[in-house]
């Protein structure tokens, strides 16, 4: 069973920076992607950025230039830099997995954490 654990939310004001992390646990080998998705109350759920197994990069418009996502030091671990952070970047940010390798099993699953609460106020 995979769990997928964030971490680092919090308050900031606007022009601030927060670090999220994200790990998971398991007994799993590796997974074909990670990424951030984020939702606001009243909105759906939106992708911020995915980071493949081999390194590629995807950002939503609306974070491009101020977020990036990158892999953690440690093995299926997945980090958020947020920079010049907005109003509008207020929700709940949420770490999902994708595509689970057990060895050589593959399963095409999606994992997601719980959240973790980011409020850009002053």
């Known amino acids: 069973q995979v769990q997928l654990v964030e971490s680092g939310g919090g308050l900031v004001q606007p022009g601030g920076s927060l670090r999220l992390s994200c790990a998971a646990s398991?007994?799993?080998?590796?997974?074909?992607?990670m990424a951030w998705y984020r939702q606001a109350p009243g909105t759906q759920r939106e992708l911020v950025a995915h980071i493949s197994r081999g390194g590629s990069t995807i950002y939503s418009d609306s974070v491009k230039g101020r977020f990036t996502i990158s892999e953690g030091n440690a093995k299926n671990t997945v980090v958020l830099q947020m920079n010049s952070l907005k109003p509008e970047d207020t929700a709940v940010y949420l770490c999902s997995a994708n595509g689970v390798w057990y060895g050589d099993t593959y399963y095409n699953t999606q994992y997601w954490g719980q959240g973790t609460q980011v409020t850009v106020s002053s």
């Open positions: 398991g007994s799993v080998d590796r997974f074909n992607g």
